[in-house]
């Protein structure tokens, strides 16, 4: 999935424009912080439909990894410049950036199957935030993924977490069956 999602990212250079521009911001309700995050690995780049929720006025967010088993901190962010990385070296705001709750998390996708089942980069660190983000109260998880990256059925374990929509360049789907 890791050589077939590099593929389509090689293949589809404008694919998070696309998907960006199908994004139904208008049937949404409105977010008051947003996450997103930042892509590795030919991880679709959740910037330009970021761009779009900040016009619409909501915060946004990135998560930041503090440690392996521990749930992510999601902090604000305003530029690029502000960004270092974090215990997996990627890319997040600093230590100083103000701690946010989003309610609105776009996350990023290996692969993804009809019923809203989602395969992450497998450390966990995810399904473990949603899991405290809903425990918490009301979070909308939107998987960001190229079209290609759907597969019929993904195994599915009591500790992970659903998405409750998909967006990629061929359009957006929701997976009413997991809201609560």
Known sequence: MR??????????????????????????????????????????????????????GASIALPVAIGRDVPLQFRGVDAERDLVPD??????????????????????????????????QGAGLFDRTVALLRARGTVFVLGLAYAGQEVDVLPFEAHDQRLDAILTEGGYREFPSVRR
């Open 3 to 56: 050589r077939r999602r590099l593929a389509l990212a090689a293949a589809s250079p404008l694919a998070a424009c696309q998907a960006a521009a199908l994004a139904p911001l208008d049937r949404l309700a409105p977010f008051a912080v947003v996450s997103g995050y930042r892509p590795i690995g030919g991880e679709m780049d959740p910037g330009p439909l970021l761009e779009g929720f900040a016009r619409a």
């Open 87 to 120: 215990t997996l070296g990627i890319p997040s705001p600093r230590a100083l950036a103000p701690r946010l709750i989003p309610d609105l998390v776009v996350a990023p996708v290996l692969a993804f199957d009809p019923t809203g089942a989602r395969l992450g």
